[in-house]
């Protein structure tokens, strides 16, 4: 089993919706989790990082710890074309273990 | 600032050869990494350098070996390449091992025949 699993996908989305990534995580003690975008052929870049049970607002992305039952999630509200994507939770106790990421496709 | 920087970005091999690719950051990090990534696979970790002066195996240690030059620069050796390693490799830095953003490069592209 992986240590970071996401819902495969890929997920299309109209554009203006919101898109809803998951990922849940085995190891207890990861202590902080990350979520990166990756554009096909193009290197991870990070969007969020959040170490603390509840909601991080960052703009139009917003991300959810839950701690106890061990998942993260990543909302991205008004979806753009912009946004079709890859992308890939990881968590950290010691080492990043990364997901394999979810394809996301907004449809103009 | 350039961040992290690699070359290659692009190398073909054939069965058997050898190649480094190198990797710098101007982040002045203390912790470097390098990933392979395949498709359906996400990003593996093959070794990572979580200070200078040390190094240590990741998910993926098998047929490569590294070099942590100086602070700046750490390097990925295949000493025999095998068609199971054509992938993408990336190399990230962060400012610690621990829980810190790592910051990626552009990867390379590499084929073995």
């Known amino acids: 089993q992986k240590e970071v699993e996401q819902n495969s996908g890929p997920l299309s989305v109209p554009e203006g919706a919101i898109a809803s990534l998951n990922c849940t995580y085995s190891?207890?003690?990861?202590?902080?989790f990350f979520w990166y975008r990756q554009y096909s052929g193009k290197s991870p870049e990070l969007i969020m990082f959040?170490?603390?049970?509840g909601d991080k607002e960052d703009g139009r992305f917003t991300a959810q710890l839950n701690k106890a039952s061990q998942y993260v999630s990543l909302l991205i509200r008004d979806s753009q074309p912009s946004d079709s994507a890859t992308y890939l939770c990881?968590?950290?106790?010691?080492?990043?273990?990364f997901g394999a990421g979810t394809t996301v496709t907004v449809r103009a | 600032n350039a961040g992290v920087t690699q070359t290659p970005k692009f190398q073909v091999l054939k069965t058997g050869q050898s190649m480094t690719l190198q990797c710098a950051q101007d982040?002045?990090?203390?912790?470097m990494y390098w990933y392979r990534q395949d498709p359906g696979m996400g990003l593996r970790l093959i070794y990572y350098?979580?200070?200078?002066?040390?190094?240590d195996k990741g998910e993926v240690p098998n047929g490569y070996n590294v070099s942590r030059l100086n602070k700046r620069e750490f390097s990925l050796r295949l000493e025999s390449a095998a068609p199971s390693q054509t992938s993408v490799y990336f190399c990230?830095?962060?400012?610690?091992?621990?829980?810190?953003?790592?910051?990626f490069g552009p990867g390379t592209r590499l084929t073995v025949l």
């Open positions: 990230a830095s962060s400012e610690t091992q621990s829980t810190d953003t790592q910051y």
């Open positions: 350098s979580a200070s200078e002066g040390t190094t």
């Open positions: 982040m002045n990090h203390n912790s």
């Open positions: 190891d207890r003690g990861s202590q902080s």
């Open positions: 959040i170490y603390s049970n």
């Open positions: 990881a968590g950290s106790r010691y080492k990043l273990s």
